[in-house]
């Protein structure tokens, strides 16, 4: 039968990859009551690996559609860079949400690196864009900080920046507008990726980490999720109020990393 393997040699190149994408999901409640199917749903193997899918012409009730999907996630071992690397990717093209919001081309994107020498994880959105966003037909230009999410890409580097730029990183925290104090993040730190909304329609105005919209609802861009070990970011979440009421998202993506306990 042979020799029994040393346990601590057989596991000691083990490693947990964590990514997933989902391009879009949603529901409505108004004017009929029903869940969307995941659109573009692909997840990562614990072992890392590759994988895609492809979505073409999608339309739930001619009020949320898009022209095309991809999402993408790969984990891999790098013997070049010494580091483990995960990735999460979601590209939407021709986004239409009931005629008011359209987008062009929404990129969301997590990248891992996880160096072997066990020092922190390095996970930042550089790549997450949002192009010709417009709402009722105007262009909305919003200031995404991606900058400050690459830069200070380990949750240590992040904790440091927070406490030196505290009233710039609280402009954008994800709170209820009528709390004073906003606490120190612990274990999850919820903010949106803009840092401003730029010249905005008639009409349409800035309310909590969002914008209202006139007979539509609620329209969220770049909704960030940090914690230690992983990121969640979600492109754009409408939520329908007028006519028809429901939810849309679309752009999720989320990646990590995990040693071997």
């Known amino acids: 039968m042979g020799k029994k393997p040393d346990l601590l040699e057989l596991h000691k ?7 997933d994408a989902v391009a879009a999901t949603g529901y409505l409640t108004l004017p009929v009551h029903e ?7 692909v997840g990562l193997a614990m072992g890392g690996g590759h994988t895609k899918v492809r979505v073409e012409n999608f339309h739930h009730h001619h009020i949320f ?9 790969s984990g891999r071992s790098s013997a ?33 690196h996880k160096p072997d020498d066990g020092s922190e994880a390095s996970i930042i959105p550089f790549g997450s864009t949002i192009d010709n966003l417009r709402i009722g037909g105007f262009k909305v230009e919003p200031d995404l900080a991606i900058d400050w999410f690459t830069e200070h890409d380990t949750w240590d580097k992040f904790l440091e ?8 990183v ?11 104090e906003i606490a120190e993040p612990k274990e999850v730190f919820a903010c949106t990726l803009v840092r401003d909304w730029g010249k905005l329609p008639p009409g349409v105005e800035v309310h909590g980490h969002g914008l209202w919209v ?24 409408t939520v329908l109020g007028c006519g028809s009421e429901g939810c849309y998202g679309g752009g999720n993506t989320s990646g990590g990393t995990v040693p071997w306990p």
Not at 65 to 73: D, P
Not at 102 to 107: G, H, K
Request: proline share 2%; glycine share 4%; with cysteine.
């Open 13 to 19: 190149d083990i490693h947990l990859y964590h990514a």
């Open 35 to 41: 869940v969307m199917e995941m659109q573009g749903s």
């Open 65 to 73: 559609s898009f022209r095309y999907a991809h999402s993408e996630v």
């Open 80 to 112: 070049k860079k010494k580091s483990r690397n995960t990735l999460a990717q979601v590209v939407i093209e021709g986004l239409n949400i009931h005629n008011i919001v359209t987008c062009d081309r929404i990129v969301s994107r997590i990248a891992v």
């Open 161 to 168: 920046f927070r406490k030196k730029t505290r009233e710039q």
């Open 170 to 180: 609280d402009k954008i925290t994800i709170r209820d507008p009528r709390e004073r």
């Open 214 to 237: 006139p007979e539509f609802g609620m329209v969220y861009i770049g909704e960030l999720f940090i914690a230690e070990a992983w990121r969640r970011l979600r492109m754009i979440r």
